[in-house]
């Protein structure tokens, strides 16, 4: 569940997409399931195909996730809120074979207090397809987009997990030994003639090069993220044509540990940078151009508690509690730094008021998650301005309920 709601881990144990507990072999006829900078979901990733794909086979995801969220920021940069809800993906997935997939669901969004009861309904359609073992497809609504795409919080905010749970678009994912690649689309604002708004959606590319020996895992990420805005045949078309551009590239290293509490420790150094690529008479920023750097390190563990007793002879161990731990440290610089979809936290301007900017930043940041069972979350994240001498913070507690049940198989099986 650390995954699940966007803690950026290297744990080892968090990389396999079928369990929080045990490390999965990659499959030799798929792309490996993840890697550093990904997270992902058996049914959602649109990374199918393996011999352990049920053909023909009917499944059910309920997908619940509760939640309490209080962000207390006074920072100028952004404003603090408390919400207590849920959000809830209910999808059937039709599984053809190994190559072809069929996803049919309802995406919902509920804030206690809130006055539209459900403040989001909307359909979940996904169509997944592998034409070969490197390349995945994903049409409709995306795998993933609701764990950040495997983006730094400077480029995608952590509270989108909130407020944009959903996407809808397009992905490609590719992969080789040492490669891993994720395009998509966002498309988050269609018109026709005279739309009383503007056309908007976003880009994204996500890149790592990934080298492992023995216990060391060192990987080069490349990011992309454009956010555009337009259109020709809304009724607002000349009032703002913008297109923002983020990259990132950076180096990140794991050092995985195979016994005891720890399980891994590491460090990340990313270099992001910003351009406004808007013709000049459609800058609205107050900076065409900036960079920034976020230098961290963190720490992982997990523990397991479980029985044993013999059946028939033998001796069985169940565990019952699986815990995972993750605290990170970092050092935020930013000149002149703006993103699109990115924390206001870590950027040079502030979001509620347009006149407000600070071209120069520095903050330390830290975080800590403790996870039980892929179940219960509890997250703190802190962020120290050391240009205004104050910190804000905030706290997440979330309980997930995302298991499968099979509803019906097609597949006739072998009587012995």
């Not at 590719?174 to 891993?180: D, I, L, P, V």
């Not at 990987?219 to 551009?245: F, K």
């Not at 309980?399 to 597949?411: A, C, Q, T």
Request: proline share 4%.
């Amino acid at each position: 569940m650390l995954h699940a709601l966007g803690v950026e881990a290297g744990v080892r144990s968090l990389y396999s997409p079928d369990s929080v507990a045990v490390e999965a072999e990659p499959s030799k006829s798929t792309c490996p399931p993840s890697m550093g900078v990904y997270y992902y979901y058996p049914y959602q990733t649109g990374l199918i195909g393996g011999k352990d794909v049920e053909k023909q086979t009917l499944l059910f995801y309920p997908n619940v996730t509760t939640f309490v969220r209080d962000a207390e920021y006074f920072l100028p940069y952004t404003k603090g809120y408390s919400a207590l809800g849920f959000f809830m993906k209910p999808t059937l997935t039709y599984n053809h074979d190994e190559r072809l997939r069929l996803s049919v669901g309802l995406h919902l969004l509920g804030i206690a207090g809130d006055h539209k009861k459900l403040r989001e309904v909307s359909p979940i359609v996904r169509i997944e397809y592998k034409p070969n073992k490197n390349i995945n497809i994903v049409g409709g609504t995306l795998s993933d987009g609701f764990i950040g795409h495997g983006l730094y919080q400077p480029m995608y905010d952590y509270d989108r997990l909130f407020y944009a749970n959903k996407e809808d678009g397009l992905q490609l994912f590719a992969c080789t030994k040492h490669w891993r690649s994720k395009m998509w689309c966002n498309w988050e604002d269609f018109i026709v003639i005279d739309s009383p708004w503007q056309e908007k959606f976003t880009f994204g590319w996500v890149n790592a090069l990934k080298f492992e020996k023995k216990r060391h895992t060192f990987e080069i990420p490349i990011h992309l993220l454009m956010n555009h805005r337009g259109g020709q045949i809304d009724a607002v078309q000349d009032s703002c044509i913008e297109t923002l551009a983020n990259v990132a590239a950076g180096l990140e290293y794991d050092k995985h540990f195979n016994h005891g509490f720890l399980n891994s420790i590491g460090a990340k150094l990313p270099l992001f940078g910003f351009s406004n690529r808007s013709n000049e008479q459609h800058i609205h920023t107050h900076f065409k151009k900036g960079w920034g750097i976020y230098p961290q390190l963190y720490i992982n563990g997990s523990w397991t508690k479980s029985t044993s007793s013999k059946e028939n002879g033998y001796e069985v161990i169940k565990v019952q509690h699986e815990h995972l731990v993750y605290c990170n440290i970092g050092y935020w610089y930013g000149d002149g730094f703006v993103s699109g979809r990115g924390s206001y936290l870590f950027q040079s301007r502030s979001y509620f008021d347009d006149s407000f900017e600070r071209r120069y930043r520095h903050m330390l940041t830290a975080e800590a998650a403790y996870d039980l069972n892929d179940v219960m979350l509890f997250r703190l994240q802190a962020y120290y301005d050391l240009d205004e001498s104050s910190v804000d913070y905030a706290a997440t507690f979330a309980l997930r309920f995302d298991r499968s049940f099979k509803v019906h198989s097609w597949v006739k099986e072998k009587k012995e």
